[in-house]
């Protein structure tokens, strides 16, 4: 989308929230116990990310949480923008999903300066500030790399041969991408034979994991293993090699994160090999911290969501479970 548009789209967004707001929350001395919650989104880039928010929305509504949602369209900007209205409009209690990790000072000051507490979810920040947000609730991106690493490891375990690995990146500069790629080096790099011979930004996007991998596959004739930092660009990717007629699953040995429904799919399909979960049903612990923080209450400063590693063999029987 048109970074123009997109900021423009958000604005709208953002004066229909204030002009909704005008009234009612505690945050607004609305006289009213109700908490009220600025959530600013990422955007909707996945079929992961959907499920984020529905659970987020879910969930504020069966705690009587009231909701201020702000899609901020993968755009910082936007985000930033959507955080001062929440801090303008004085709601009880900020939280965010950062779209990258750096650059968030300024504004986290201002909720600081304004009282507002702050939780950061799904992704963290890099600051050099102290008491800017409470508690962050998530995964731990490093070690899903990791995972997906010892995937690769152990597949060509008793492989001589180089293997020759394509990295399908999230979008530049954002945590998840930061920290998966860190974790799977960390652990292929333990072996020579083990190379990337291409890393490029697919944007966490369906259509960018096959653009890049075709381009991938125009460059390299010998690919042994295709990484991905989430599903969407995997499943994106799939259509790129099926096209150039090789058999994903087989002739390139893929691994993904995520661990939607689609990608359990072609899991039981034989598509993809392993998938790496992070889960993004966050909603019930994030109003937990929600009203912990508005009470004043001690909470832990990381607490991280459960996660499984998925194969092939357990694809079909988990189908039936995946809710995204």
Same mark, same amino acid.
């Given at each position: ?47 992961? %990310? ?12 069966? +705690? ?29 209690? $900020? ?23 702050? *939780? ?47 990295? /399908? ?10 920290? %998966?790629? &860190? ?6 790099? @333990?072996?020579?034979?083990? @190379? ?15 653009? *890049? ?28 090699? @099926? ?38 049903? $966050? ?11 508005? +009470?004043? &209450?001690?909470?832990?400063? %990381? ?12 694809? @079909? &029987?988990? /189908?039936?479970?995946? &809710?995204?």
């Amino acid at each position: 989308m048109n970074k123009a548009l997109s900021t423009t789209a958000a604005a709208v967004a953002l004066t229909a929230a204030a002009t909704a707001c005008g009234s009612g929350g505690g945050g607004q001395g609305g006289g009213d116990d109700t908490i009220v919650l600025g959530f600013s989104q990422v955007g909707a880039e996945s079929g992961w %990310r959907t499920a984020n928010t529905e659970s987020i929305k879910a969930a504020a509504e069966e +705690a009587g949480i009231e909701l201020k949602f702000s899609d901020a369209q993968q755009q910082q900007e936007n985000q930033i923008q959507a955080i001062r209205s929440f801090i303008q409009q004085d709601v009880d209690v $900020i939280a965010f999903s950062p779209v990258v990790e750096s650059g968030w000072d300024t504004v986290l000051a201002e909720a600081r300066n304004a009282g507002i507490p702050v *939780v950061l979810t799904d992704r963290a920040v890099e600051t050099d500030q102290e008491d800017v947000y409470e508690t962050f609730l998530g995964s731990d991106f490093v070690e899903e790399g990791r995972n997906a690493g010892r995937y690769v490891v152990e597949e060509f375990a008793d492989s001589d041969e180089d293997v020759n690995i394509v990295e /399908l990146q999230g979008t530049t500069g954002s945590a998840p991408a930061i920290d %998966r790629k &860190e974790g799977f080096a960390e652990v292929i790099g @333990e072996d020579d034979k083990f @190379e990337i011979v291409a890393s490029q930004d697919g944007d966490f996007t369906r259509a960018g994991g096959q653009e *890049v991998m075709q381009a991938f596959l125009g460059s390299h004739d010998d690919i042994d293993v295709l990484y991905a930092h989430n599903d969407d660009m995997a499943l994106g990717a799939i259509e790129s090699i @099926e096209a150039a007629g090789l058999e994903p699953g087989e002739d390139i040995k893929i691994v993904s994160v995520d661990g939607i429904k689609d990608a359990f799919q072609a899991m039981a399909d034989g598509k993809i090999n392993q998938v790496v979960e992070c889960n993004p049903l $966050i909603g019930p612990q994030l109003m937990d911290l929600v009203e912990q923080v508005h +009470a004043g &209450e001690e909470v832990p400063e %990381r607490v991280e969501v459960e996660e499984g590693v998925f194969g092939q063999d357990q694809a @079909e &029987e988990e /189908l039936p479970n995946r &809710e995204y």
